[in-house]
């Protein structure tokens, strides 16, 4: 490709030199419009990080890989423009564009055998394969001999296989990528159309024979009356990313209808919830493979939860049990208040029955399949049904898993008719600031109306905002941010709008309850079972929820949301925050700040934002052979003689200068016939402007320091550039620190005329800058433009107006570039900007900080 564009470059040189001018003027054109998009994905990528937005990394992948196509096309532009200058710029481009890649590449996973294990074959190195909730299991039976059901896993492996079997790899990442976390209708449809990608797959042949056998092995005993578990052993689900409740487990299952229920636990890998949870975790789709655990399902008289350690007391001396009658799933999903009972941690172990709760429902097995929900005649407490030589039986468990895991354990246990127990689960339990204290709400003088006292906190912390209820899923579709949702029971679903939530309270549940272990992972103050949420706090409420105490306040209580205890216990930033910030770091960075000295060429790009400078900068400089290794301009460039001190050089397109210049090297104002670059020029030395025309007088570095270098006194201003026809401008601008583009059409046809204009960059810090960009926002804004701003760069547009009404808005933005040309050196206040938008829109047009009138 080099030698062909060489070949090119000097055929058209010597032969076709009117053919050379327009293919590098296509390929100039090229280059900015690259340069324009670029700069456009540069901003979003840093305004993700910097806003702490979540999306999944496919999209930002698909982002990056838009960037590089980008930056691609600026750098083969710029070797277009002079194949003899800029030929090793490929080469940078490439290196940096591999590390970028390498940083976006989750790690490589493996889709061959093992695709089965069985419990007893799960060894000490098989966590990856396996999944946390299957190999805690297998160790809680290997090391610890406590008993756990019959059962094997389906491997991460099998996972992985089935997805490459399916060729369905980037169809995820395609809709994984335009998926929005942050709007429920985009999260709900791409997680429809992502199961349904999984439950219309085809298992592939390997996998479904060594299912059948492993189903054999562990049906010898029962034969086809064997029913089992299907649960969820996702790699990084049991872990400090618990996964609490997001994915789906199929209960009740005969042996002959695993196949159909290991596709609908894989496919519960893109429910909504589990995407919002592992998008916020900043997991590629890749690192959390589903593995699924296949269990003998255990007839449950009596179920139950154990923390070794109190949640919002982790300090504390007992361990907790939650027990209710029959299956565990009513628990867990926060759909039943359970007993607890209470047990010291250290021997003699005394045992606290303080908390019997009646309990109207249970979750029994079916004849049909997966459970059934009936009333539950017995009102016995269930934490009755437990001797106390199995509470005992269960502390000891805890105790062992705990010492084992060397952390706090969140337990799921159950009881068979035969009164026979069973480990069904260990994961870490996430608890709460041990230093955190709460506030004694006594000591307060607090004068607002108590709507609600009463119930269990579940999370910590407090929280304000207006009350949504839930009764539906659909009704999260309205939830606004920042409000405390209230309803019946918490379920799993929520998670998709945790990151809206001031707080949660339910009418019944507990600590115990999956969303529970979610709301203290995010910080989010919750408190259930209060029996009447419902029934007293009505829908737009506005309240102040005081988790530790237990009360509901009307309206805002600043005595609270102002206390340390109101500040949310977040866990620190993500590997998302992580692994975007490592990516920007081949992206952000401008190296290349002096255009003047040896490291600005294609060796001194370290990230695409030093090749886009570098492409740029060169780029204008071959399109007007400014840069000429022999200081030979090209024909038809003229350097525009006037009394600013801007370095200007033209190029005419077409009737952009009178015929009486065509023969000139520099010509005078009144030599142009350029209708847009006529009144952006009037605007730039309207009268009331201050110029310095001498700029060797002022002395930037008392502005700036770093002035020394970049800002050369030889210069006056950097070099300004313009392409013009007669009612076409293209105008890039120099101001010393800061650029200007500005693109504009000014003719008869309304529909065609348009003003684009963009400005960046500056000497003063980013925040003087943003102020000088908010200021700039507001004019333009008056003057009906359209803008977007992003840091310290803001896009304007005018579109579809009338020729004579352009034209005005022409000179007002040559006005408003003079005005501002070092108005960031001088701003320090937001106050500043609104009496320099008041000074500019009554005719007072100098705002500069050089003038010396």
Not at 611 to 622: D, M, P, S, T, Y
Request: aromatic content about 8%; hydrophobic content about 40%.
């Amino acid at each position: 490709m080099y030698i062909k564009n060489l070949f090119k470059h000097w055929t058209y040189k010597i032969f076709a030199p009117g053919l050379l001018l327009r293919e590098k003027y296509e390929a100039f054109r090229n280059l900015l419009e690259s340069d324009k998009k670029s700069h456009e994905l540069i901003a979003e990528l840093e305004q993700i990080y910097y806003d702490q937005k979540r999306i999944d990394l496919a999209a930002v992948k698909k982002r990056c890989e838009e960037l590089s196509s980008r930056v691609a096309v600026v750098a083969e532009s710029l070797i277009k423009l002079c194949p003899t200058c800029y030929a090793n710029l490929g080469d940078y481009f490439k290196k940096i564009d591999f590390y970028i890649k390498l940083a976006l590449e989750p790690e490589p996973f493996d889709f061959s055998p093992p695709f089965f294990l069985t419990l007893d074959e799960i060894t000490t190195d098989a966590r990856s394969l396996t999944g946390n909730k299957a190999f805690n299991l297998a160790m809680a039976s290997k090391k610890l001999a406590l008993p756990v059901p019959r059962g094997f896993v389906i491997t991460a492996n099998s996972y992985h296989y089935f997805i490459e079997a399916n060729d369905l790899r980037q169809k995820i990442n395609e809709k994984l990528a335009q998926m929005d976390i942050s709007s429920t209708d985009s999260l709900e449809s791409a997680s429809h159309e992502l199961q349904q990608l999984i439950l219309t797959a085809e298992i592939p042949e390997e996998i479904e024979v060594g299912l059948s056998d492993a189903c054999k092995n562990i049906s010898l005993e029962d034969g086809d009356t064997l029913r089992v578990s299907v649960r969820s052993s996702a790699r990084g689900e049991d872990s400090e990313t618990s996964f609490a409740g997001q994915y789906k487990t199929v209960l009740n299952v005969h042996v002959h209808e695993i196949a159909d229920a290991y596709k609908e636990v894989v496919a519960s890998k893109y429910s909504p919830q589990a995407l919002f949870y592992r998008i916020n975790h900043g997991l590629w789709d890749q690192e959390a493979p589903m593995a699924v655990l296949v269990l003998e399902m255990i007839d449950a008289k009596v179920s139950g939860v154990i923390y070794t350690s109190d949640p919002g007391d982790p300090q504390g001396e007992k361990i907790l049990l939650y027990t209710i009658w029959g299956m565990g799933e009513l628990l867990v999903a926060g759909k039943v208040t359970p007993s607890i009972v209470g047990v010291t941690r250290e021997p003699p172990h005394l045992i606290e029955r303080s908390e019997a709760v009646d309990q109207t429902l249970q979750a029994i097995s079916s004849d049909q399949g997966d459970l059934q929900v009936v009333p539950r005649k017995n009102d016995q407490p269930a934490s009755l049904a437990l001797s106390d030589e199995s509470v005992l039986r269960l502390t000891e468990w805890a105790m062992k898993l705990e010492e084992f895991h060397g952390m706090s354990q969140d337990i799921e246990w159950c009881m068979a008719e035969s009164g026979e127990l069973f480990l069904l689960q260990a994961r870490p339990l996430k608890v709460e600031d041990s230093d955190r204290q709460p506030i004694d709400c006594r000591d307060l003088e607090v004068e607002h109306r108590i709507l609600l006292s009463g119930g269990t906190r579940a999370s910590s912390g407090i929280g304000a905002g207006v009350v949504h209820q839930v009764q539906r899923a659909a009704d999260l579709k309205s939830l606004p941010a920042g409000a405390v949702l209230v309803s019946k029971t918490a379920t799993p679903d929520f998670v998709q709008v945790i990151g809206s939530l001031n707080g949660v309270i339910t009418d019944v549940g507990s600590a115990a309850g999956h969303f529970a272990s979610v709301a203290r992972e995010f910080g989010v103050p919750m408190l259930v079972n209060t029996g009447t949420a419902t029934q007293r706090l009505p829908q737009g409420q506005e309240v102040t929820l005081y988790a530790d105490a237990k009360v509901v306040y009307q309206g805002k209580v600043p005595q609270l949301l102002e206390s340390e205890c109101a500040e949310r216990l977040v866990p620190p930033d993500s590997r998302f925050a992580n692994k975007l910030k490592k990516i920007l770091g081949f992206i952000s960075p401008l190296n290349l700040v002096d255009i003047t000295a040896e490291k600005f060429a294609p060796e001194g790009c370290k990230t695409f934002h030093d090749i886009l400078r570098f492409a740029h900068e060169k780029g204008v400089q071959e399109m007007f052979s400014l840069g000429d290794r022999n200081s030979r301009r090209a024909r038809g460039a003229k350097k525009l003689m006037s009394d600013i001190p801007i370095v200007v050089y033209l190029l005419d397109l077409a009737d952009g200068l009178s015929k009486d210049a065509k023969e000139e090297k520099e010509i005078r104002v009144d030599h142009i016939t350029s209708v847009p670059f006529i009144k952006v020029w009037k605007g730039l030395s309207h009268p009331d402007i201050y110029w310095d025309q001498t700029i060797e007088h002022f002395n930037w570095q008392d502005l700036d320091p770093t002035a020394e270098g970049f800002i050369r006194p030889d210069f006056k201003l950097l070099g300004s550039y313009a392409i013009l026809s007669g009612d076409y401008l293209n105008f890039n601008i120099h101001f010393g620190y800061h650029f200007v583009v500005l693109d504009a059409l000014c003719g008869d046809v309304l529909e065609n005329n348009y003003i684009m204009l963009r400005f960046a960059g500056g000497g003063a810090e980013l925040y003087s800058r943003h102020l000088r960009v908010n200021f700039l926002k507001e004019i333009l804004l008056k003057h009906g433009f359209n803008v977007e701003t992003k840091g310290d760069l803001i896009d304007a547009q005018l579109m579809r107006v009338d020729r004579q009404t352009l034209e005005e808005k022409l000179e007002t933005v040559g006005l408003l570039l003079a005005s501002t040309r070092v108005l960031d050196m001088s701003l320090r206040d937001g106050s500043q900007v609104d009496e320099m938008v008041d000074k500019f829109l009554s005719g007072k047009y100098d705002l500069s900080p050089l003038s010396r009138r």
